[in-house]
């Protein structure tokens, strides 16, 4: 029975009678489905729980498989590479192994106990062998050492994974005669359900097809549309109204819709064609950008003072005629070193550790040079070969504590230099018990001006450029630091980061 009202506009406004249809039918089909998915839930709920304890069971021994392999490679690494990380994390991965097993152990058969219990004797095995093997190798013996008890350890974790896969399958065989059982189970419950259902459907039909010829035209309607908007045609042109009230006001939200979205579409197409240009004008900049700081840097690289490299000549001519050939030859083949060094790294990066060398080969001429004059200590705390700095960075400030610092002073004095890891970042600080500098001094060296000489000389690039080219390099400005007393010394601080 169809209900018919007016609206305010005094035009005929069509009853909801898709909704009092839709109660009837959910009395017919609705109800007996809910009913029968209760009465399933409630009979398969023993079977679910069964089931869960079998796959959990076979995924616990997984994850014990899987713990003992990662204690292992943990605990190679630790062998390999020293790294405590490694050492903790070989420990994690066997005590969660050990919980898992002994957490097995209170809800398995008879067969699985027996094979959980040699289980857990191999791990302890495990953890004693890999102990023993980390003591020996801990307290810095050759390989010949621990090598017996590093292969004795593989093959105990050979062991215990046999033991686990002796365990999946006794687990495997225990759950397919449990599963087979549940079959059984499911399959009498299937057919009660599905007796159920057919005669609840075969009731529904009848009234279901009272109606369904209104709703498929116009759901037809409504998914022809939908294809169209799928493949990017967003036309929609509504067909006739339908008696049912509620298809009618689906089909004008359908409309709405498609127009909002075909708006939308075209806003944001404008929107990303926009931002398309703005990106091209923003990679544009960055590659001027990265133009000009490769420019900036091969400038400041090819600033070479031949200074020192006259002065070191020189002082090689000397010795050459005092001294035997076996001083000279080292001398030479120090300057030689530098100015190889100097050289092949123009273009390039360098580790710290490249770095010291080159200092240390400066230090030997400086002593032939300067003999008691001075003393050279070099503390080093940190893995150089993670720190990478431009070529020639420590030089020009070791050759400016010699020409402003100690040659000047008639007794010499001492050059310190100290580098430590802190953190993310390594500290340099060379310091010298030299004549120290002047404000006036110091502002021209942390001055940014580009009108300022670089001070110091040789083949380093002096202390200005050096500075710049860190600051270029790393894109900080907290990388250089200056400190100096008169009379008293010089102290400078460099902060470089450690990248990989």
Not at 45 to 73: C, P, W
């Amino acid at each position: 029975m169809r209900i018919t009202k007016y609206n305010s506009k005094g035009t005929i406004a069509k009853s909801s009678s898709l909704k009092r249809k839709l109660v009837v039918f959910a009395v017919f089909i609705i109800l007996p489905i809910a009913t029968s998915n209760v009465v399933f839930l409630i009979m398969s709920n023993r079977v679910s729980n069964i089931y869960n304890v079998m796959m959990n069971r076979m995924s616990v021994t997984n994850e014990i498989k899987n713990s003992l392999n990662e204690s292992f490679f943990h605990f190679n690494q630790y062998i390999l590479t020293n790294d405590w990380e490694s050492k903790r994390l070989y420990k994690f991965y066997y005590d969660k192994a050990v919980r898992d097993v002994i957490a097995l152990q209170g809800d398995s058969d008879i067969n699985s106990k027996y094979i959980l219990r040699d289980l857990l004797n191999s791990l302890k095995s495990f953890k004693e062998a890999a102990d023993h093997t980390i003591e020996i190798y801990d307290n810095h013996s050759g390989v010949d050492v621990y090598y017996d008890e590093y292969v004795w350890t593989k093959e105990i974790v050979s062991y215990c994974n046999a033991f686990i896969s002796m365990l999946s399958d006794s687990y495997f065989d225990y759950n397919v005669n449990i599963y087979k059982g549940l079959k059984q189970k499911q399959s009498y419950i299937n057919k009660v359900l599905m007796v159920y259902i057919i005669v609840a459907l075969m009731l529904s039909v009848i009234y279901t097809l009272l109606f369904i010829g209104d709703i498929i035209r116009k759901l037809k309607e409504l998914v022809s549309v939908s294809e169209k908007v799928v493949k990017g045609d967003y036309t929609y042109n509504e067909g006739e109204k339908t008696h049912i009230y509620e298809l009618d006001i689906l089909s004008e939200a359908f409309n709405k819709m498609i127009t909002h979205i075909r708006k939308y579409i075209e806003s944001l197409q404008e929107k990303a064609e926009l931002e398309r240009k703005l990106q091209d004008e923003q990679m544009k900049l960055l590659s001027y950008e990265n133009a000009l700081k490769v420019s900036q840097l091969k400038i400041l690289q090819a600033q070479i003072n031949p200074h020192f490299l006259f002065n070191t000549l020189n002082c090689i001519s000397q010795t050459a005629i005092k001294e035997n050939a076996h001083k000279t030859e080292s001398l030479i083949r120090a300057v030689a070193g530098i100015l190889r060094y100097s050289l092949n790294m123009m273009d390039r990066n360098a580790t710290l550790e490249e770095e010291v060398n080159v200092v240390k080969q400066y230090m030997y001429i400086q002593r032939i040079r300067y003999e008691d004059r001075f003393k050279f200590n070099l503390n080093i705390n940190a893995d150089l070969q993670k720190v990478m700095v431009p070529a020639m960075t420590l030089q020009p400030f070791v050759e400016n504590a010699f020409i402003h610092g100690i040659e000047p002073k008639e007794e010499g004095g001492v050059i310190n230099i100290d580098i430590n890891q802190q953190g993310d970042c390594c500290t340099i600080v060379i310091e010298d018990t030299g004549c120290g500098m002047d404000e006036d001094m110091l502002k021209k060296i942390i001055s940014d001006s580009t009108k300022q000489q670089p001070v110091g000389h040789t083949t380093s690039l002096g202390i200005k450029s050096v500075v710049q080219r860190l600051k270029l390099m790393y894109g900080r400005d907290d990388i250089f630091s200056i400190e100096s007393q008169k009379g008293v010394g010089t102290r400078v601080y460099l902060k470089i980061p450690i990248k990989e």
